[in-house]
């Protein structure tokens, strides 16, 4: 059954691409370069997309990064988003540099008359301002009022820092409510979906090293997005940010929110496997990763009911003695030697990834 996603969120333009408002999770990450070193923090940018990271953020620490904002714009294909804490006079550089987007909190921004100018240069250039709120900096009023960090606190924290915005008649924000406790992020999330009709960013800060840190923002984002809550997202891993994204892309797939990627149905094997399943599993996810067409291709070890049962695959192979049946919506189109039946596997799935795009 597929879930119901919560549309009824504002339309928020980052760049050329749109958050809210549809039935679609937008893919970011972050770049672990230095920003003042334009050109690893391009190479990384350029990685990512080639991933499917479809919008960026970089840190905005000091001046020098700030700095290379234009540069690194003029460089790169998606959406640049900087990330500033408090630092008035770094947000309104990378404004004037070109960013799609600024992360910062009004609320921390400090006096009024700054606060203002941010907003009027956003305003100006057309881009939004994500507020972000984390459980583990949450502003000493609410914390004094809760007592430690709650959702209820948290929620409170983003109305606080919208009201701001809102106050100034600026009305492009997204929201993000991230904790490392992935229960408080779960009722955080669903509280602010409850408010807020912004668009919703999702995190999970903090969740550690690609095994653990996956399995920790599956859970919590899954449950987020089960919920039909989200309008874009990061998983954010201790891991080359490459990964993050391949993440983010895994677990869109599963609710079926990921317009830009390929899945692969893969059976578990048992005794009556026929081919080397696991290999062949390994290259052709490889293979379709770079595939931006929501195809499901399928890899099954033997041929006795597994056609049948990938019957959702576009395309798919089954082992059989010394060749591989090639199927199509569960239908067998035609066998092939096993020495090519990779190789044509994967010429069937350029040809529907491209019918998918003439379509
Ligand atoms: Fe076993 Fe064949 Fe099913 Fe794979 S497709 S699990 S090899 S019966």
Same mark, same amino acid.
């Given at each position: $059954? ?88 770094? !947000? ?42 984390? !459980? ?62 912004? +668009? ?9 090293? /690609? ?21 874009? $997202? ?33 059976? +578990? ?30 890899? /099954? ?35 092939? +030697? ?22």
């Amino acid at each position: $059954m597929a879930i119901t996603h919560r549309k009824d969120t504002r339309q928020v333009r980052i760049g050329n691409v749109v958050v809210g408002g549809r039935d679609e999770v937008v893919i970011q990450s972050m770049t672990t370069t230095k920003t003042h070193d334009v050109e690893a923090t391009v190479n990384e940018i350029n990685r990512l997309e080639e991933a499917g990271c479809q919008i960026v953020r970089v840190a905005c620490p000091d001046e020098r990064a700030a700095n290379a904002i234009p540069e690194i714009k003029k460089q790169i294909n998606i959406p640049l988003v900087v990330d500033i804490h408090f630092n008035y006079k770094l !947000a309104l550089m990378a404004i004037e540099g070109g960013a799609d987007k600024i992360r910062i909190n009004p609320g921390n921004i400090g006096k009024r008359e700054r606060v203002e100018e941010v907003v009027n240069a956003a305003k100006e250039k057309g881009i939004p301002i994500r507020i972000g709120v984390n !459980a583990g900096s949450l502003e000493r009023h609410i914390l004094e009022k809760y007592g430690y960090p709650t959702a209820d606190g948290m929620v409170e924290s983003a109305l606080h820092h919208i009201q701001i915005l809102e106050e100034l008649d600026f009305h492009d924000i997204v929201v993000s409510l991230k904790a490392s406790d992935v229960n408080l992020a779960i009722e955080a999330y669903e509280k602010a979906a409850e408010h807020i009709s912004y +668009p919703i960013h999702l995190g999970i800060t903090e969740s550690g090293t /690609l095994f653990a840190g996956s399995i920790k923002s599956a859970a919590g984002m899954g449950a987020i997005l089960s919920k039909g809550i989200g309008s874009t $997202m990061r998983i954010s891993l201790s891991a080359d940010p490459v990964e993050e994204v391949k993440v983010a892309k895994e677990l869109l797939k599963t609710f079926g929110l990921a317009s830009n990627a390929a899945t692969l149905i893969a059976c +578990p094997t048992c005794g009556r496997i026929e081919i080397d399943l696991i290999s062949i599993a390994n290259e052709v996810e490889e293979y379709i990763s770079t595939i931006k067409a929501p195809i499901k291709v399928a890899v /099954l070890g033997c041929a006795v009911n597994g056609p049948g049962e990938a019957r959702e695959a576009d395309i798919g192979i089954a082992g059989a003695r010394g060749e591989g049946l090639l199927f199509r919506h569960g239908e067998i189109i035609r066998k092939v +030697p096993e020495e090519i039946m990779v190789d044509e596997l994967k010429k069937e799935v350029d040809k529907i990834a491209e019918e998918y795009f003439e379509q």
